[in-house]
């Protein structure tokens, strides 16, 4: 049923419950006429749109104070960095990209509480964003919250398979932190082709994995001797 015949019925269904019977019973008495508009609310809502105008144009253009905000990152002005961003947050807070560098700014100050729930809003706000996942998993890990940690990142590839970033994160979680390294090698070649180059730190993690395997590997058993001289 489109709008417009759910608004159509609903309307019927008033008129309906105004008769007080059937469709063919006359109501009583006329339904009253609406009052009109007096000048007191005509004034009350131009009043109103004016002071939403007003903290519109306060607030200013969210994308020309992110990019601001942005820039005193970049030039490592931190503490006005943060403030910007607090205050974009407060004011916009539908978007995801003052939280996500909200929790950077934490994360790398080793403020690891509040990083978590920076990202976690930004997770929540947009469950698309395979970058808040990608962070969540690095400050649980850091956190020592190494199952949190490989759920995020596997959040994150569930969104975006081909990030790299998360590939190589999972991996050195997996192996170094909770020490599965036979289960990070296929995300490291993930990492690997998707990096599409190559990296010789990573390279060397798979063959020092692979050894270490090839040399746990139980020996194959040596042929049984058989009797009698070798045959001429």
């Known amino acids: ?20 019977g059937s469709v063919g019973t006359r109501p009583s008495s006329k339904p009253a006429r609406p009052a009109a508009e007096t000048p007191a609310d005509k004034a009350a809502a ?12 306060e607030k200013g253009n969210p994308e020309d104070r992110f990019k601001a905000s942005l820039e005193l990152m970049r030039t490592k002005k931190t503490a006005e960095a943060e403030a910007a961003f607090l205050k974009l947050a407060q004011d916009f807070p539908d978007f995801t990209g003052p939280q996500m560098n909200l929790g950077i700014i934490y994360a790398k100050s080793n403020r690891l509480q509040i990083a978590t729930s920076a990202f976690n809003k930004a997770a929540t706000s947009n469950p698309q964003n395979a970058a808040a996942f990608n962070w969540l998993g690095i400050v649980y890990r850091e956190s020592g919250n190494y199952p949190m940690a490989q759920q995020a990142y596997e959040k994150a590839l569930a969104v975006k398979p081909n990030y790299p970033a998360v590939h190589l994160n999972l991996g050195i979680l997996l192996d170094e932190y909770m020490k599965r390294p036979a289960d990070a090698i296929p995300h490291y070649r993930q990492y690997l082709q998707q ?26 058993p040596a042929p049984a001797a058989t009797s009698g001289g070798a045959a001429k």
């Open 1 to 20: 049923m489109t709008v417009a015949s759910r608004l159509l019925a609903a309307a019927l269904m008033l008129t309906l419950a105004a008769c007080g």
């Open 195 to 220: 990096y599409g180059k190559e990296d010789l730190r990573v390279l060397a993690w798979i063959a020092e994995i692979e050894a270490a395997q090839k040399a746990a590997a139980p020996a194959a």
């Open 46 to 57: 131009e009043a109103e749109k004016t002071a939403a105008d007003q903290a519109a144009a």
